[in-house]
């Protein structure tokens, strides 16, 4: 499709050309049409920049419940490790506060299910801040889980200007570096 600007301003230089009789009137509508079209395209480029800034707002309220959610299974994960003897049942709710209420009649110092309530936060698959910090002191590498929920993370924090693949490239360890600044209210940009 043509420009309607250059298509416009073609009609106009045939109009002068021609210099007909009403070549006054019709220039003057020629030139309240060029502001109409004006005003559409801008108009246009509005709602291009409302989709663009919405697609970025809803990625980001995706991250979030992904975050979110990935911290509660972490932390039912952690809850049934800490408290192996509490079974579990339909209700993962319910099965948590039993699991806490268990921890604080038995005091919770069993170093075994400790421990594996740290295992659990370590295969997380958001990684946590322990996570974080290993792996951005190259102690340890992201899990392929922790890996993908880095990188989305990493797309919002700078603001969609980089690909996943320009992040991946940047290291495991700068991933994790800036999502810890992140979650300690440091500039990230």
């Known amino acids: 499709m043509s420009d309607p600007r250059a298509l416009i301003n073609e009609l106009r230089?045939?109009?002068?050309?021609?210099?007909?009789?009403?070549?006054?009137?019709?220039?003057?509508?020629?030139?309240?049409?060029?502001?109409?079209?004006?005003?559409?395209?801008?108009?246009?480029?509005?709602?291009?920049?409302?989709v663009e800034a919405a697609e970025h707002a809803r990625d980001a309220a995706k991250l979030q419940q992904m975050k979110t959610a990935g911290q509660l299974k972490t932390l039912h994960k952690s809850l049934a490790?800490?408290?192996?003897?509490?079974?579990?049942?339909?209700?993962?709710?319910?099965?948590?506060?039993?699991?806490?209420?268990?921890?604080?009649?038995?005091?919770?110092?069993?170093?075994?299910?400790?421990?594996a309530a740290k295992a659990a936060e370590?295969?997380?698959?958001?990684?946590?801040?322990?996570?974080?910090?290993?792996?951005?002191?190259?102690?340890?590498?992201?899990?392929k889980a922790q890996l993908d929920f880095s990188i989305a993370e990493a797309m919002v924090l700078t603001g969609w200007e980089m690909t996943?693949?320009?992040?991946?490239?940047?290291?495991?360890?700068?991933?994790?570096?800036?999502i810890l600044k992140n979650q300690q209210g440091e500039p990230v940009g």
């Open 81 to 115: 490790a800490a408290a192996p003897d509490v079974a579990a049942g339909k209700d993962p709710q319910a099965d948590a506060l039993r699991r806490i209420e268990w921890l604080a009649d038995h005091g919770g110092s069993d170093p075994a299910a400790a421990e």
């Open 164 to 178: 996943p693949l320009e992040l991946t490239q940047k290291g495991e360890a700068w991933l994790a570096s800036l």
């Open 13 to 50: 230089d045939a109009l002068v050309a021609a210099s007909p009789p009403q070549a006054g009137d019709w220039l003057v509508r020629l030139e309240a049409i060029e502001q109409a079209v004006a005003a559409l395209q801008a108009g246009h480029q509005r709602l291009l920049n409302d």
């Open 122 to 143: 370590l295969d997380a698959p958001i990684p946590g801040s322990a996570v974080l910090a290993a792996v951005a002191a190259g102690e340890r590498k992201f899990t």
